[in-house]
C-alpha cells in the first residue's frame, strides 16, 4: 500500500502526523498489500498532490482528507471514500456519507505518542508554517508569556510540548485538530492572508464548532510587505483573500470561491525577490525597525489568550472518533478482501 501524503522537506506537524498513526493502526499485511493506494490526513484531495501517484487500475481509499488548495484529482470518482474531514469536502467530492472528521482525531488512540508532564502549565502558540517566513513569531511569543511552537519541528517535539500546555493558540488548524482532540482548549487566530477558512470551516463543522478567528498584526515590515503583496495578487485573481471577515462566509460561498479556483493555481509569493544573500541584508536591515511592530504584535497575542476559548463537546468528539475508528476497520476489511 502506498500511503498518500504531503512530505515537507522542513516538516508540516500535520502532514508527518501520518507518520506516526498508519504504522501503529494498520496491521502490517493490510500496509503490505500491492495496488492499493491510501489518502492520508491533509488538505490532499488535490490534483498536484496526484502528480506522481499513479492511481490507475488500483484500489483507492480516501482516510480522513479534505480538500482546499486545488482542483480535486483526476479520476477521484473512482475511489472509495471512508472518511473525509468535513461536509464541505463531502460535498465537492459527492459523498455526504464520507463526512465524519480530519484523520488527525486518531490520535486519540495512541496516548503513548504524548508524553505526561508533571504539570500542564503552558499556554502554546503555533503560527501557520508560512506565517513563520520573515516574521518575529517566535520573539512575540516570548513576550506574551507563550511557549513558540514552530509547526515544521518534529512531530515528537511538539507533541511534547503539548503534554505540557493547558492553551493552545494556533493559527495552524492541525494544532487546533491535535489540541481538541487531547482535550486541551484552543484559540484560532489569523496572521496570514493564506490561511485556508475553508479547511478550518470544513473540519471545525464536523465537529459542531464555529471558526471565529481573531486576527494579529504582522511581527515585521517584511512580514508585512510579503502579506499586502499576497492579499493584491489574490484579489486581482477575484479569489476570496483569507480574512476574519471571511470566516462569516456560508457553505455556499466558500464552496463557489473553491469552484473558482479549480481553473488557476495560487501563487506562491516570496517576500523579496532578490538573490540570497541581498535579500539577508534587506531582511537584517528591515529589523532594525520592527521594534513597534514586534511589541504591538506581543500586545495582541497575550490578550488572545483571555478571550473565548474553543473546545468540542464530548458526545459529538466520541461520536466522529468512532465513526474515524470505523472507518479504518472498513479500509482493514476492504483491502483484504481484495
Given amino acids: 500500500m502506498r500511503i498518500v501524503y504531503y512530505k515537507d522537506e522542513v516538516g508540516n506537524f500535520g502532514d508527518d502526523l501520518n507518520e506516526l498513526i498508519w504504522p501503529r493502526l494498520l496491521p502490517q499485511d493490510v ?31 480516501v482516510m480522513g482528507s479534505g ?11 473512482g475511489w472509495t471514500y471512508h472518511a473525509v474531514r468535513g461536509a464541505l469536502t463531502a460535498e465537492l467530492v459527492g459523498r455526504p456519507q464520507a463526512a465524519v472528521t480530519d484523520g488527525a482525531i486518531l490520535l486519540a488512540k495512541l496516548p503513548d505518542l504524548v508524553p505526561e508532564a508533571p504539570k500542564r502549565d503552558e499556554i502554546l502558540f503555533m503560527p501557520h508554517h508560512r506565517t ?14 507563550m511557549t513558540f511552537v514552530d509547526p515544521q519541528w518534529a512531530p515528537d517535539r511538539i507533541l511534547a510540548a503539548y503534554g505540557r500546555a493547558r492553551l ?17 482548549p484552543w ?9 485556508s477558512v475553508f479547511k478550518w470551516r470544513d473540519w471545525a463543522s464536523s465537529l459542531n464548532l464555529d471558526y471565529h478567528p481573531v486576527a494579529l498584526p504582522p511581527t515585521a515590515r517584511l512580514e508585512a510587505f510579503r502579506y499586502d503583496r499576497i492579499t493584491r ?8 483573500v483569507a480574512h476574519t471577515g471571511a470566516a462569516a462566509l456560508d ?19 516570496d517576500a523579496v525577490a532578490a538573490p540570497s544573500g541581498v535579500k539577508a541584508l534587506l531582511k537584517a536591515a528591515a529589523t532594525r525597525f520592527d521594534g513597534r511592530r514586534l511589541a504591538q504584535a506581543a500586545q495582541e497575542l497575550r490578550k488572545v489568550a483571555t478571550g ?22 472498513r479500509l482493514i476489511l476492504d483491502v483484504r478482501a481484495g
Fill in 251 to 269: 457553505d455556499a460561498a466558500l464552496i463557489a470561491d473553491f469552484r473558482q479556483r479549480f481553473h488557476e493555481e495560487p501563487e506562491v509569493i
Fill in 67 to 77: 480538500a482546499a488548495y486545488g482542483a480535486l484529482p483526476q479520476g477521484h470518482e
Fill in 233 to 240: 495578487l489574490t484579489k486581482a485573481s477575484g479569489r476570496t
Fill in 308 to 329: 473565548r476559548t474553543y473546545l468540542s463537546e464530548d458526545a459529538p468528539f466520541q461520536d466522529r472518533l468512532g465513526g474515524m475508528e470505523r472507518a479504518v476497520e
Fill in 168 to 184: 493552545v493558540v494556533t493559527e495552524a488548524m492541525h494544532g487546533a485538530i491535535v489540541a481538541d482532540t487531547l482535550r486541551i
Fill in 187 to 195: 484559540i484560532p487566530v489569523m496572521i496570514s492572508p493564506e490561511v
Fill in 31 to 61: 500496509r503490505d498489500t500491492p495496488d492499493t493506494v491510501m489518502v492520508g490526513i491533509g488538505s490532499l484531495l488535490d490534483q498536484a498532490r496526484f502528480r506522481d501517484v499513479e492511481t490507475a487500475g488500483k484500489r483507492v481509499f
Fill in 132 to 145: 513563520c517566513v520573515n516574521s518575529r513569531w517566535p520573539e512575540a511569543a516570548a513576550r506574551a508569556g
